[in-house]
């Protein structure tokens, strides 16, 4: 049975959120269980945006930290990376504070650089993902829990799209955009295809209505954490009171037969229904998958101004 840890959390300041996070990993035989001594770990937060700082739509820097000392404790070597929309990880990092809790801890933030990886699935017979990602002894996913207006909801297999690098997620939109269902497959392979080890779902605030990014942040005092982040998805969004049917991430992995069924989840600390979220804001009208060439040609001439333009510029060098 795969096992997903809830536990309620209402604060990020440093003793509280360390108290709790240890407490949530308990269950799942603590930090110990999933990093060794010498493994060189894959830090993945949802690093959309650097221009929305209080919107709570990136993963908060404190979790991200708290993190990062438990896996130094036992001995792993951890490093920060993902592959923001626009601009760069350091630059979005740096946006979102990140840079003194980075530099506290001597934790590298990477850039990812692409590589062609097979898989096992017909319609996917290969995805360009990270190499540092795939390389990584060990990855820990560490999301946001937020609504989306193309996906319904974006949790820990949505996060993973962060591992495809540089402007290859937008041009992902082009090619399996015209069927919100082979974009879901997709997504759902890049997750099965990274493998995280742990998947630590940051919900003490998270961000509903238009998500990603243009919806409004939301207290929702829950932390969620389970070595399959199938599995966690699909409690969350019971937690949330959110039908899987209607997120097409969740229906991909349940049709492909990487998600158990919710009745065969193990909850050894609270269950969903004792965290239950009755009034949960969805997007009010779902976007096409689909950006349209002329769009994602835009977009990408945004990300290479910002990478490497506008970044250098601010940064003094």
């Not at 945006?49 to 991200?64: D, Q, Y």
């Amino acid at each position: 049975m795969s096992a997903v840890s809830f536990i309620r959390s209402t604060s990020y300041e440093t003793a509280a959120l360390r108290e709790s996070l240890e407490a949530l990993l308990e269950p799942l035989g603590g930090m110990g269980a999933i990093v060794k001594p010498g493994d060189r770990v894959l830090l993945k937060p949802n690093l959309l945006t650097g221009s929305r700082p209080t919107k709570e739509c990136v993963t908060r820097r404190e979790v991200v930290y708290a993190v990062a000392q438990l896996v130094k404790e036992v001995g792993g070597k951890p490093f920060l990376g993902d592959s923001p929309a626009f601009g760069s990880a350091r630059g979005v990092a740096k946006a979102n504070g990140y840079l003194p809790l980075a530099e506290a801890l001597d934790l590298p933030i990477v850039e990812f650089r692409g590589k062609r990886y097979d898989t096992e699935n017909d319609n996917f017979t290969h995805l360009r993902l990270g190499k540092e990602a795939m390389d990584a002894d060990v990855v820990i996913n560490l999301p946001k829990v937020k609504s989306h207006v193309q996906l319904t909801m974006t949790m820990g297999v949505k996060n993973l799209f962060g591992c495809v690098p540089g402007k290859m997620k937008a041009w992902w939109h082009v090619e399996a955009g015209k069927d919100v269902d082979r974009f879901a497959e997709m997504l759902v392979e890049t997750a099965r295809s990274i493998a995280p080890n742990l998947t630590i779902l940051d919900g003490i605030i998270g961000h509903e209505g238009n998500g990603p990014s243009g919806g409004d942040p939301r207290k929702l005092g829950v932390l969620a954490a389970s070595t399959d982040v199938f599995a966690l998805d699909l409690a969350m969004l019971h937690l949330l009171n959110v039908d899987p049917a209607i997120v097409p991430t969740a229906v991909a992995s349940q049709r492909l037969g990487v998600c158990p069924r919710f009745e065969d989840l193990e909850f050894p600390l609270a269950n969903p229904a004792d965290l239950a979220v009755t009034d949960w804001k969805l997007p009010e009208a779902l976007m096409p998958i689909d950006f349209g060439l002329p769009r994602v040609l835009r977009s990408t001439f945004k990300h290479l101004y910002i990478r490497f333009v506008r970044e250098p510029m601010t940064s003094g060098k």
